[in-house]
């Protein structure tokens, strides 16, 4: 019972958050990050083919112990409540721009929303999906925002790399300049920075290269 | 809007979350392409829908016309355009710019919209599935720093503080002196002064207790001739002295007192 195969499985057991390739090298004295790897990898095979109800996820950087998609109705029914306080469509738009854009100020979300974000940023905080990552260099220096490994975690997501490529760039616009004339300039640069090699434009990808 | 505070918004505007939540809605109903935004056909349709709507948000009212601000502006230049021929759906560079201002938002909305749903199927998956979210393991010794932010710390120290207030301190009371002990108290001052003010045994603080066990002590020693009270005035402090049936040394024979002896004069 002390294979390393079981301690790691006790190891997922008993973590809340997603353990580290470096963390379970470290534990269990491993000569590698591969071979705790490679141990994962045994136990997920293990789980697999014994048909437990458990399985293990990548996600956030390390490895979780969770249950499988069959069992959740009759967890839900041992919850005695519905699985979770599902987030709301603008808290998702919302979530999305941070995600992709991170990190990235509240006068920067607002303008790709078109509204106000307050509410909605604090209720993601709240929720420790995203975090302050410090202050803008831009007048009123307004906080910063990225997501969070709950974030992660939450959405099943390895990293943010596993989020689907947007179909073109984002590009957020500039907060409203005064002058028009700024605000022109302002789509100039934007559109004059934006670097097609770094992005792979889709279909809606042409609709913003004629921009320029 | 469903976990965001907008008390403002009417049950209409409710499905959509802002100038260009309903732009992009008008242009997909109206199948347009994005690029080339139609301003007059929505520049009307978005007015008419605006027309339907009632906000009690200013915030959000205002954010609704400034993009039909935008709107009639563009509008407005197309009805004078550059080369005087007017009906063609053509603007000058600056309104052009505008509009491809425009043209862009709306995409880059539409492609956070789709990146919004792309999340909710995601969440949706993750929602079948339970893993530990508290740990059955001791806490680390080492809080790891970056799992910490502002908005934490000032959560806790608010909460911190509600939790104060909740609380409210507790008065621990002193052991209440007995009349007793307070008629010793008052004897052994008489015996090295004629008189002394009722305040001055009673303490300043005016603690309740504190004054009632010592007005009973005075009263009794009233009765049993021991001192004597007189208040020149309504409130006015009580001056106490010796009782002058009751010889000193009787006095200091019956108490046990702890109070110190005047100078000169050993027990």
Same mark, same amino acid.
């Given at each position: 019972? &002390?294979?390393?195969?079981?301690?790691?499985?006790?190891?997922?057991?008993?973590?809340?958050?997603?353990?580290?390739?470096? &963390?379970?090298?470290?534990?269990?004295?491993?000569?590698?990050?591969?071979?705790?790897? &490679?141990?994962?990898?045994?136990?997920?095979?293990?789980?697999?083919?014994?048909?437990?109800?458990?399985?293990?996820?990548?996600?956030?950087?390390?490895?979780?112990?969770?249950?499988?998609?069959?069992?959740?109705?009759?967890?839900?029914?041992?919850?005695?409540?519905?699985?979770?306080? #599902?987030?709301?469509?603008?808290?998702?738009?919302?979530?999305?721009?941070?995600?992709?854009?991170?990190?990235?100020? #509240?006068?920067?979300?607002?303008?790709?929303?078109?509204?106000?974000?307050?509410?909605?940023?604090?209720?993601?905080?709240?929720?420790?999906?995203?975090?302050?990552?410090?202050?803008?260099?831009?007048?009123?220096?307004?906080?910063?925002?990225?997501? &969070?490994?709950?974030?992660?975690?939450?959405?099943?997501?390895?990293?943010?790399?596993?989020?689907?490529?947007?179909?073109?760039?984002?590009?957020?616009?500039?907060?409203?300049?005064?002058?028009?004339?700024?605000?022109?300039?302002?789509?100039?640069?934007?559109?004059?920075?934006?670097?097609?090699?770094?992005?792979?434009?889709?279909?809606?990808?042409?609709?913003?290269?004629?921009?320029? | 809007?469903?976990?965001?505070?907008?008390?403002?918004?009417?049950?209409?505007?409710?499905?959509?979350?802002?100038?260009?939540?309903?732009?992009?809605?008008?242009?997909?109903?109206?199948?347009?392409?994005?690029?080339?935004?139609?301003?007059?056909?929505?520049?009307?349709?978005?007015?008419?829908?605006?027309?339907?709507?009632?906000?009690?948000?200013?915030?959000?009212?205002?954010?609704?016309?400034?993009?039909?601000?935008?709107?009639?502006?563009?509008?407005?230049?197309?009805?004078?355009?550059?080369?005087?021929?007017?009906?063609?759906?053509?603007?000058?560079?600056?309104?052009?710019?505008?509009?491809?201002?425009?043209?862009?938002?709306?995409?880059?909305?539409?492609?956070?919209?789709?990146?919004?749903?792309?999340?909710?199927?995601?969440?949706?998956?993750?929602?079948?599935?339970?893993?530990?979210?508290?740990?059955?393991?001791?806490?680390?010794?080492?809080?790891?720093?970056?799992?910490?932010?502002?908005?934490?710390?000032?959560?806790?120290?608010?909460?911190?503080?509600?939790?104060?207030?909740?609380?409210?301190?507790?008065?621990?009371?002193?052991?209440?002196?007995?009349?007793?002990?307070?008629?010793?108290?008052?004897?052994?001052?008489?015996?090295?002064?004629?008189?002394?003010?009722?305040?001055?045994?009673?303490?300043?603080?005016?603690?309740?207790?504190?004054?009632?066990?010592?007005?009973?002590?005075?009263?009794?020693?009233? %009765?049993?001739?021991?001192?004597?009270? %007189?208040?020149?005035?309504?409130?006015?402090?009580?001056?106490?002295?010796?009782?002058?049936?009751?010889?000193?040394?009787?006095?200091?024979?019956?108490?046990?007192?702890?109070?110190?002896?005047?100078?000169?004069?050993?027990?």
């Amino acid at each position: 019972m &002390t294979e390393p195969i079981d301690i790691l499985e006790a190891l997922l057991f008993a973590s809340d958050s997603p353990v580290e390739t470096a &963390t379970i090298r470290e534990v269990l004295a491993l000569p590698s990050a591969e071979a705790a790897r &490679t141990l994962v990898e045994a136990l997920t095979a293990r789980l697999r083919d014994e048909g437990r109800a458990l399985q293990i996820m990548e996600v956030g950087g390390g490895f979780r112990l969770v249950t499988r998609p069959e069992v959740a109705p009759w967890l839900v029914k041992l919850a005695r409540a519905r699985t979770r306080q #599902r987030l709301s469509r603008p808290s998702l738009e919302t979530l999305a721009i941070i995600a992709y854009r991170q990190p990235v100020s #509240r006068p920067e979300v607002d303008a790709v929303r078109g509204v106000n974000s307050d509410a909605v940023l604090d209720n993601l905080l709240e929720r420790r999906l995203i975090r302050i990552a410090g202050r803008k260099d831009s007048p009123g220096r307004p906080f910063l925002y990225e997501t &969070t490994r709950e974030f992660l975690v939450a959405f099943g997501l390895r990293d943010v790399a596993d989020l689907p490529k947007p179909d073109g760039e984002l590009i957020i616009p500039e907060p409203p300049a005064p002058e028009g004339e700024a605000q022109g300039e302002l789509a100039k640069e934007l559109a004059g920075a934006a670097d097609p090699s770094q992005q792979d434009p889709g279909p809606g990808g042409t609709e913003l290269a004629s921009r320029g | 809007m469903t976990d965001v505070a907008a008390p403002g918004l009417t049950v209409r505007v409710e499905a959509f979350e802002g100038p260009l939540d309903l732009l992009l809605h008008l242009c997909r109903t109206s199948e347009v392409d994005l690029s080339r935004l139609p301003i007059r056909a929505v520049t009307d349709q978005y007015l008419a829908h605006l027309e339907s709507v009632q906000f009690q948000d200013l915030e959000t009212a205002g954010s609704f016309m400034v993009m039909a601000a935008t709107l009639i502006y563009l509008k407005s230049k197309l009805l004078l355009p550059p080369t005087g021929e007017p009906g063609e759906d053509e603007l000058d560079p600056e309104g052009e710019l505008l509009r491809q201002e425009l043209a862009a938002r709306l995409a880059e909305y539409a492609r956070v919209k789709t990146l919004g749903a792309w999340l909710a199927g995601r969440e949706a998956e993750q929602a079948l599935l339970f893993g530990r979210t508290t740990a059955e393991l001791p806490p680390p010794e080492e809080i790891p720093l970056q799992d910490l932010s502002v908005h934490l710390l000032t959560r806790a120290i608010n909460r911190l503080i509600e939790d104060q207030k909740r609380e409210r301190p507790r008065e621990v009371e002193p052991n209440p002196i007995s009349v007793l002990e307070r008629m010793g108290e008052i004897m052994s001052l008489l015996r090295s002064t004629w008189s002394l003010l009722f305040s001055s045994v009673a303490g300043g603080d005016r603690v309740r207790a504190e004054w009632v066990v010592t007005l009973l002590a005075l009263l009794e020693m009233v %009765r049993l001739g021991q001192a004597r009270a %007189r208040q020149s005035e309504l409130f006015g402090d009580i001056v106490i002295e010796r009782g002058s049936d009751v010889p000193v040394g009787v006095a200091a024979g019956e108490t046990d007192d702890p109070a110190p002896m005047p100078e000169g004069e050993p027990a």
